[in-house]
């Protein structure tokens, strides 16, 4: 049989629908685009075109890869977030829109603030999608970020060169639950964080392009899912200028536990639980002067 565009994405389909495989269709679109270097458009304009076996031999090994649930970004090398193409491995999570709608309230609060040249900062920065976003987006914004991984932090000095924000990014090597040096000490206006938040049990019955492929601990910082908080609150008071803002992405349940840590670990700060587009609580705001609270 001759094995034509149309006919591969078709099989491509199918077996990944046999095996559960999210999106099947899209998987199979990008994984022949990225086999053959083709975007999706061009994928279509030429359905009749035959493969060649070198050609059949690539796109193979691709769906081999994906079917063993190795995530879809990783085997394609990139990941759209905020509209923008980040470069991503096995060292870093892999963006998720979520975190997009933590970037949209960071640049809405800096936008209103008085100065025009603000900075933040970025904690546990992975692949550099935050900060990075950020910048783009506010010219005057400087930002520094820090992670634990040296091929974490190559990762987001890449994507910074790629998308012409390096100048205005420093990237430093750190790991959070040890002392925090000079450069950490801010005062900054803007305090980001996606911090691994995921209870041990939970990471049990995640799908396995998580489990078996994201770093784990990015993912798990202990039993309860709580204790990078634990970590990171008592840290921000002295770092955050008056107005500023603290945000944290967060767990889905952990916002009544969030509260009442907040108000231990970080008094002088007001802490509020918001909610995500799907309403679900998923960010931890710390302000000195958050509006409609009473002082």
């Known amino acids: 049989m001759e094995w034509t565009l149309k006919k591969l994405l078709d099989w491509a389909t199918e077996y990944f629908q046999k095996r559960g495989i999210d999106s099947p269709r899209l998987n199979a679109e990008l994984l022949l685009g990225r086999a053959l270097d083709l975007n999706r458009v061009a994928l279509y304009v030429q359905f009749d075109r035959p493969m060649n076996e070198a050609e059949l031999a690539a796109f193979k090994s691709l769906v081999q890869r994906r079917a063993a649930r190795e995530p879809l970004a990783y085997i394609l090398g990139e990941r759209e977030f905020y509209s923008l193409k980040f470069k991503v491995g096995p060292a870093v999570l892999i963006p998720r829109p979520e975190t997009e709608e933590l970037v949209e309230r960071g640049l809405g609060f800096l936008r209103g603030l008085a100065t025009e040249n603000p900075r933040t900062l970025d904690i546990a920065t992975g692949s550099g999608c935050i900060p990075i976003a950020l910048l783009k987006n506010h010219p005057g914004l400087s930002a520094v970020a820090f992670d634990a991984s040296a091929e974490a932090l190559a990762l987001a000095a890449s994507n910074a060169a790629a998308l012409g924000v390096d100048p205005r990014l420093s990237l430093q090597l750190l790991d959070f639950h ?45 039993p309860s899912g709580l204790e990078a908080y634990e970590v990171l609150l008592p840290q921000i008071p ?33 802490a509020e639980i918001q909610p995500d587009l799907a309403g679900r609580d998923r960010f931890l705001a710390l302000q000195r002067d958050l509006p409609n609270q009473p002082a």
Do not use: H, M
């Open 238 to 270: 002295a770092r955050l200028k008056s107005p500023g803002l603290a945000l944290f992405e967060i767990g889905a349940g952990q916002g009544p536990s969030l509260l009442g840590l907040a108000a231990r670990l970080c008094p002088e700060l007001r």
């Open 178 to 222: 040890g002392p925090w040096p000079a450069w950490a000490k801010g005062p900054f206006d803007l305090i980001t964080a996606n911090p691994p938040y995921v209870a041990e049990a939970e990471w049990l019955g995640l799908e396995p392009e998580v489990r078996e492929a994201e770093p784990k601990t990015a993912l798990v910082p202990g």
